[in-house]
């Protein structure tokens, strides 16, 4: 009987995984602003042009010589750009209300993360949300986190990720961002 259930259950898991949608993927393409860090404070809604953003393909960041794309501190080393942004869109062609998000970051130092205009993560930033904020804590170089996104839903259609990536001092050596999310379907409690 035993075995019985723990052959269910890892045929739950593995199909969940093998159904899992790969949403936006790592290395994909933002929108991303690193110039002088003044931005409307609607810059992470849906609705926010960012049109005239630079778009490229992730990881992001400078110092560490892993980049694909090499971004901007500012003009001075010793007073660096407290925050970078990205934003990115995607299509969500099903309902997902039976499934659950899980969001991996690659972030150096501390990021706060929307999806469609709603602050669903932030890491190693303090609860209050003020421009040039600086990361609290920074994490362990090169290390993906993975985060379930609970109570979180997608839209049918177009849906908005925007990040905002902020760095420990301005004397920071080094910034890096790249975003994985992952859409795995829920899969009900089997009774025995």
């Known amino acids: 009987m035993i075995k019985r259930g723990l052959f269910i259950l890892v045929s739950l898991v593995f199909f969940a ?6 949403l936006i993927a790592p290395g994909s393409q933002w929108r991303y602003f690193d110039s002088a860090p003044e931005l409307p404070p609607t810059w992470y809604l849906p609705e926010f ?12 960041g400078y110092g560490e010589e892993d980049e694909h794309t ?16 990205f934003r990115t869109t995607f299509v969500q062609h099903e ?14 130092d501390g990021a706060r993360v ?7 993560y932030q890491l190693n930033l303090p609860a209050v949300n003020e421009p040039h904020q600086l990361a609290t804590n920074s994490l362990i170089e090169h290390v993906w986190i993975e985060v379930p996104l ?15 990536v902020h760095q ?3 004397t920071s050596s080094d910034l890096s961002f790249d975003l994985a999310l992952v859409n795995v379907p829920v899969v009900p409690p089997t009774r025995e």
């Open 150 to 164: 609970a109570h979180v839903t997608l839209i049918q259609g177009d849906n908005t990720l925007a990040v905002s």
């Open 114 to 120: 929307y999806l469609n205009g709603v602050n669903v």
């Open 168 to 170: 420990l001092s301005p």
């Open 95 to 108: 309902d997902s209300l039976n499934s659950q998000l899980i969001l991996r970051l690659l972030i150096d």
């Open 49 to 60: 042009d960012d049109s005239r953003w630079p778009i490229d393909r992730a990881q992001f």
């Open 17 to 22: 995984q093998a159904h899992a949608a790969e």
């Open 70 to 85: 090499v971004t901007h501190f500012g003009p001075d080393k010793d007073n660096k750009y407290p925050v970078q942004y």
